[in-house]
T-cell receptor
Framework: DADVTQTPRNRITKTGKRIMLECSQT?????MYWYRQDPGLGLRLIYY???????NKGEISDGYSVSRQAQAKFSLSLESAIPNQTALYFC???????????FGSGTRLTVV | TQLLEQSPQFLSIQEGENLTVYCNSS?????LQWYRQEPGEGPVLLVT???GGEVKKLKRLTFQFGDARKDSSLHITAAQPGDTGLYLC??????????WGAGTKLIIKP
């Protein structure tokens, strides 16, 4: 099994729909992150969580929400999807030093 | 504002050639990480450098952290088609903030 598993891998949804992306990790790390990747813009941080009770906004949190259900599970929701949220979404985890992140394989989300 | 500039943005070379990718900033980082990403997959960590002037080698890949901890380079010797991918650098600031470069897309032609 992969260290970080994301579901679904691909999703097409309509404008205005609510959608949830799920992430689970087996690294045993407390820190988890959600990023989006757009061509030419690199990776941008949406939300991060240092433990189950600690959730923080990243640089582009508007339009997104998260839930940390357990140390191993961190989900991202788009409350009302819009076309400019079409992107690759990655979940990642790291140890407390943050010296190296382990990423999932990503979710390719298309909002039409 | 792009705090971490990667260059070149795109590089296409023949198998066997050498190449260097640069990652530059005006900011000081506590560590600098390099990742490789293949199409349809997430970035995979290659190396983390922590000390100014540090050099790390990973087979044909050599990573260097600048003395002032503001820049880094990745040198590949005798590139092979398997080196093809998107190379990303990321600088760490504070206890969580990771600043990402936009990436260098590398293609190695057989």
């Amino acid at each position: 099994d992969a260290d970080v598993t994301q579901t679904p891998r691909n999703r097409i949804t309509k404008t205005g729909k609510r959608i949830m992306l799920e992430c689970s990790q087996t690294k045993g790390h407390d820190r988890m992150y959600w990023y989006r990747q757009d061509p030419g813009l690199g990776l941008r941080l949406i939300y991060y969580s240092f433990d189950v009770k600690d959730i923080n906004k990243g640089e582009i949190s508007d339009g997104y929400s998260v839930s940390r259900q357990a140390q191993a599970k961190f989900s991202l929701s788009l409350e009302s999807a819009i076309p400019n949220q079409t992107a690759l979404y990655f979940c990642a985890t790291s140890d407390f030093k943050g010296y190296g992140y382990t990423f999932g394989s990503g979710t390719r989300l298309t909002v039409v | 504002t792009q705090l971490l500039e990667q260059s070149p943005q795109f590089l296409s070379i023949q198998e066997g050639e050498n190449l260097t990718v640069y990652c530059n900033s005006s900011s000081v980082f506590s560590s600098l990480q390099w990742y490789r990403q293949e199409p349809g997959e997430g970035p995979v960590l290659l190396v983390t450098v922590v000390t100014g002037g540090e050099v790390k080698k990973l087979k044909r890949l050599t990573f260097q952290f600048g003395d002032a901890r503001k820049d880094s380079s990745l040198h590949i010797t005798a590139a092979q088609p398997g080196d093809t991918g998107l190379y990303l650098c990321a600088g760490a600031r504070g206890n969580y903030q990771l600043i990402w470069g936009a990436g260098t897309k590398l293609i190695i032609k057989p």
